[in-house]
């Protein structure tokens, strides 16, 4: 049986029509192909959506993380030193890589220099830079973007205390620097702020720190200052501000500490009020404070009955024979005791005074490292000590060697050779 005439024409017609679709595409891929290089319409904008440092920033810091996030993921590979970069004042670029987050909506510019403080920069995205697509055709060129931000000023001082040429410092005084920022703690070393005197090669010991508030720093010599010296009191560059920022040079000052202060006059005979003329020893207590070598406890009170520690007779012989002390004293190699307390620089008493009893062979101390200053003083040490004194200060007063035997207290292994002296 013959198939209708009308069905064979169907089916051709369903030939010719899937030829003219297959044409019809042909055609419109032909042209989109022309048009593959043409931009998208701008309602499909590849652009950026955020970025950082924020436009007009005024304190970024020296090493900044530029950032911009698309509202597209992008190609990586359009993405090069002339399609996003930093622009120095001037034009140049500055050094810097790229990274990318695991989505590519984020891109990093990440220096490989320091930016320049209080420093105005621009950074660019160019039309170069394309969204990431399966199909070229699909790929959109971003939106140009520029903006700027400025870097972070250096720290500024604010304030030194002592100030710069102060005169008549105190010797405790803690040397502070205040600055109009936070300054990074790490770098307040013995290397970034220090202090010498004027002449000097070396910084003087000292220790220093960052306050809470990280807007001062304080430096506190370790044995104090001296007096009537001129210190120069130096910040480096070294120094930073908490966003990484370098003083932008060095900071020098000087100041002068008090000259020091003339001895208080010897009390004149007679003001002790605990010694009158009746006293056995008045003529004795009063001579010697006429002349310096006592001043009893500065309340008008002498003592005369209290008993005498080893570094107050060791300053009363050193005075009553004359020898010169000053600060230069001690320490001294030769003076090996450890029990002698902090060195006060503004007193001879006791390191001082020790220190020349000892090296004129009058006190021999307890052993070669203590000398125990503040023990009450013995007959026997006192005794000890005058003899030797008298031997080696020739004042007409040893008469001879003593005879064997003779001296109640030969017996004493330390004292009794002494004590037989004595009793000439």
Known sequence: MKRPHCERISLFAILLWVLALTLVLVGAGLVGADEARADPPVVAAFRVVDFLPVAGETKAPLAPVVMAIFNLPVNTSTVAADSFYMEKPGGAKVKAHFEFDTGNTRVFLRTDEVLQPATTYRVVLTGAIRSQAWLPSLSYPLLPTTWTFRTTAPPKVVETIPAAEAKNVPLDQTVRVIFDQEIDPTSVRHATFYLTWVGGFFAIESEVYCNANHREIMLVPTDGLREDTTYQAILTTGLKGKNGAPLE?????????????????????????????KNPYYEAITELASRGIVSGYGDGRFGPKDPVRRAQFAKMIVGVLGLPVTENDFPHPDVTFIDLGTD????????????????????????????????????????????????????????????????AWRGDATHGYNAAWAQL
């Not at 000052?253 to 605990?274: E, H, I, N, Q």
């Not at 062979?361 to 005058?386: C, E, N, W």
Request: proline letters at 13%; a positive charge.
């Open 249 to 277: 040079k060095q900071v020098t000052w000087y100041f002068s500490t008090a000259a020091k202060p003339l001895p208080p006059p010897p009390p004149p005979a007679g003001v002790f009020t605990d010694v009158d003329s």
């Open 344 to 407: 006060n620089p503004n007193d001879l008493y006791p390191h001082e005074y020790v220190s020349v009893c000892f090296r004129n062979g009058i006190t021999l101390g307890k052993d070669a490292t203590h000398f125990a200053p503040y023990d009450f003083i013995t007959r026997y040490q006192v005794i000890s000590m005058v003899v030797r004194a008298a031997k080696r200060f020739p004042m007409n007063m040893v008469v001879g060697e003593p005879q064997a035997g003779y001296g």
